[in-house]
DNA sequence: CTGAAAGCGCTTACAG
DNA sequence: CTGAAAGCGCTTACAG
């Protein structure tokens, strides 16, 4: 591997100056005759040149590389949304630098702070805990940040969320056709951020009725704690769970249980992850608009004058609460 | 935002040179008295200097940053490689720039030409199709590559992949202890790839017993094709499925036609994803040591002379087999 | 052990 | 419309 192809050597084969190949190549800021720029293109194709956007950053102080800090890229939910936030960015010509925090304060902020030093244009941050404000500190080094999922709240950084409430009530309303009066709610370990905002709404909902289960974010902790509801014949006869995960759990504790859903047992998530579609049976969800959540917070951290409407959450009757195949 | 904090400041304030605060700041590659290393330190601190990446990767010629392309971090199989890259790179202080082909021959290009316009230090390839070589690529720009999961495999470019014949040898072997001797394999569409050499490992292991089914690697897709085939009476009584994503569609779409598991058809997947321990009911996999893998793939990147000895694949025994709860 | 200075490959005022 | 040259913030020979 020679030395690489430069816009000098472009230039000198073009006959022309760097300044005239940098303006071809981005299409300005100055114009360029078209016969100059048909050369200028030529040589550049004829020399194989790749642009060094290292080179181009350093001195245009903008790298078009976007960072996205997230709890857990293998949770469904999180997927989903970096998988539609990486094709937002694409549509806008950014790469993506994708960092996964792991529900650590500590390791959120280090990924932050790496991703400074790589000099991002913005950064994403999709975290589980706002545990503390790692946008503040985006914003002192100048660099637009924008919160998804969840954030402090503080109306500092601009926030994008799911539509809890939408969700819980839309859950608790069709639970009820089904004729289901006592439903209970499968919350997570603790009552923070968003989902932990989804219990307060049920609560609401319900009127004080329903009954409050907990377990952690997760399918296996929530697999195992239907098994136990089954021994201790306390299994309720319909649950709204906090998050797919937590549904997707209830589903195969159910399974392993000899519990049949939805006859047994009625469940519904409040996230529409793309897993909820092929479950067994297929999981009924109060589903947030992820691709659209994940673009809105794309417009927002390149144009923080882009609207953004309030998501609304949307039902998806499937078979795990009661409704009968399509 | 004040004008960003540079070598030159903190050299300034700690009365050296700025040849002297590189030093310190990489521990190298000249030694520092610890008296001025303190106070270099000390005035970095202070003023809240923040390395610039860019810069010194401009100059080093070395940006600290890897590219993954892959097919699609939705599939879980993607997805827990992809999660366990990045965890492997943090371990060597790289960071991780994201791609996802989507099955697409030229998004894979063009991916591939980003990252190489990026600089970064090397590639990581993920794809479902070795369509074109785009390691090669890679490499005339004199920048290694690692393909993981599948390649090209002409030898040129390191290749991990995972234990296909192992799989599908211990799936086969399993389900004749339950007494299956009709086992029907779960193909893709056609036959390329690692995942089409399952096919093949399959008819030999069968012994040319097997009934051979067909359908994209979803799990839309399986839940059809099982559906359609219970419709038809042609349900098998056991089935291997090529991918973990096509086992899990057979399980929602035995549940939605009523087709008991394993009691009516007994199912296993061959990936060993994340998912498939939390399916109703939980799956028997011949899984893949996925984070292995992608260690290998990252070691091998960093430093070719890197032994990788072949993955193997290990049975899971869960309940979608006819083996009993744990 | 330390300093002065060149240079990585671009973009962008500035001057023509 | 085009060119000559400065400068982005680092690292690294080179000289001391």
């Known amino acids: 591997m020679s030395r690489q192809i430069t816009v000098a050597d472009v230039a000198r084969r073009a006959g022309t100056s760097t300044a005239v190949v940098s303006y071809v190549m981005n ?69 993506m630098l994708i960092g996964n925090a792991g529900y650590s304060a500590e390791r959120q902020r280090h990924l932050v702070e790496r991703f400074l030093e790589a000099r991002v244009d913005g950064l994403l941050i999709t975290s589980a805990d706002a545990g503390d404000d790692v946008a503040a500190h985006a914003r002192a080094a100048g660099v637009p940040a924008v919160y998804l999922h969840n954030g402090p709240g503080d109306g500092e950084t601009p926030l994008v969320t799911a539509d809890n409430a939408g969700a819980v009530r839309e859950a608790v309303a069709h639970l009820r056709e089904h004729g289901h009066r006592d439903i209970a709610f499968l919350a997570g370990p603790q009552d923070i951020g968003p989902v932990g905002r989804r219990r307060e709404i049920f609560q609401e909902a319900a009127g004080g009725r329903g009954t409050l289960l907990r377990s952690a974010y997760s399918r296996a902790e929530a697999d195992a704690l239907i098994r136990r509801l089954a021994t201790e014949g306390a299994v309720p006869s319909a649950v709204i769970a906090a998050t797919d995960e937590q549904a997707i759990g209830v589903l195969s504790g159910a399974c392993a249980a000899g519990l049949p859903v939805p006859g047994r047992i009625a469940v519904v998530g409040l996230d529409g992850t793309p897993d909820s579609a092929h479950t067994a049976p297929t999981l009924t969800v109060a589903g947030q608009p992820l691709e659209t959540m994940a673009r809105q917070a794309v417009d927002l951290l390149l144009d923080p004058a882009t609207p953004h409407p309030p998501t609304v959450a949307t039902l998806v009757r499937r078979r795990s609460c009661g409704c009968a195949d399509r």
Do not use: C
């Open 27 to 95: 299409n300005g800021p100055r114009p360029v005759a078209a016969a100059t720029r048909a050369r200028v293109l030529a040589a550049a194709e004829e020399l194989g040149y790749r642009p060094n956007r290292i080179a181009r950053a350093l001195r245009s102080r903008t790298t078009g590389v976007v960072g996205l800090v997230l709890a857990d890229a293998l949770n469904p939910y999180f997927g989903a949304l970096a998988r539609h936030v990486e094709q937002a960015l694409a549509g806008h010509g950014r790469l």
